[in-house]
T-cell receptor
Framework: GNSVTQMEGPVTLSEEAFLTINCTYT??????LFWYVQYPGEGLQLLLKATKADDKGSNKGFEATYRKETTSFHLEKGSVQVSDSAVYFCALGRVASGSRLTFGEGTQLTVNP | GAVVSQHPSRVICKSGTSVKIECRSL??????MFWYRQFPKKSLMLMATSNEGSKATYEQGVEKDKFLINHASLTLSTLTVTSAHPEDSSFYIC?????????????FGPGTRLTVT
């Protein structure tokens, strides 16, 4: 079956530090890959996505590249801000399964001024 | 576009009562809606998938008689927690998708915090 593994948190960084949150997956076929962000007390917001191998998703300074050879979709940002503090979820989905998503455990990020 | 709302955002109910949570797609027709449950500092657990006009498909271990899901229209799905108990306290999140949204991407509601006393 499908599964997603994220690096364990929490992650605490200083403002302007470099961020990497690792995500690896197991799936049959060619799923789409997503990063969602959840701010305190809120639902999930799509941060970025990639639909095929070697695609790079990017948004708000965050990037992730779909690496089929390493089955990874690591999230990176060159310079984090305090406002980036949130929980980040990696997920995979397949159109053929009606958009059903499989989520990783989530990684709590705290950015200190 | 692609906004999903949930109502209420927070609800407190007494043990043994039932509570209904609404999920609405505001600017698109959602042929499929998903209901998730999220425990503190945990990931989202898919409870059920509902398609408009048909019965919901529940995930293994989710009691269909306790968590009643109705998807009567293309813009509204409801989750009713029947005979609620303190262990049902959780953050419930819905999402919606439509063939018209390209990759059939899911759009998430803001969540409903349920507290059962």
């Amino acid at each position: 079956g499908n599964s997603v593994t994220q690096m364990e948190g929490p992650v605490t960084l200083s403002e302007e530090a470099f961020l990497t949150i690792n995500c690896t997956y197991t799936a049959t076929g060619y799923p789409s890959l997503f990063w969602y962000v959840q701010y305190p007390g809120e639902g999930l917001q799509l941060l970025l996505k990639a639909t095929k191998a070697d695609d790079k998703g990017s948004n708000k300074g965050f990037e992730a590249t779909y690496r089929k050879e390493t089955t990874s979709f690591h999230l990176e940002k060159g310079s984090v801000q305090v406002s980036d503090s949130a929980v980040y979820f990696c997920a995979l989905g397949r159109v053929a399964s009606g958009s059903r998503l499989t989520f990783g455990e989530g990684t709590q990020l705290t950015v200190n001024p | 576009g692609a906004v999903v709302s949930q109502h209420p955002s927070r609800v407190i109910c007494k043990s043994g009562t039932s509570v209904k949570i609404e999920c609405r797609s505001l600017d698109f027709q959602a042929t499929t809606m998903f209901w998730y449950r999220q425990f503190p500092k945990k990931s989202l657990m898919l409870m059920a998938t509902s398609n408009e006009g048909s019965k919901a498909t529940y995930e293994q271990g989710v009691e269909k008689d306790k968590f009643l899901i109705n998807h009567a229209s293309l813009t509204l799905s409801t989750l009713t927690v029947t005979s609620a108990h303190p262990e049902d306290s959780s953050f419930y999140i819905c999402s919606a998708s439509s063939p018209g949204t390209g990759e059939r991407e899911q759009y998430f509601g803001p969540g409903t915090r349920l507290t059962v006393t």
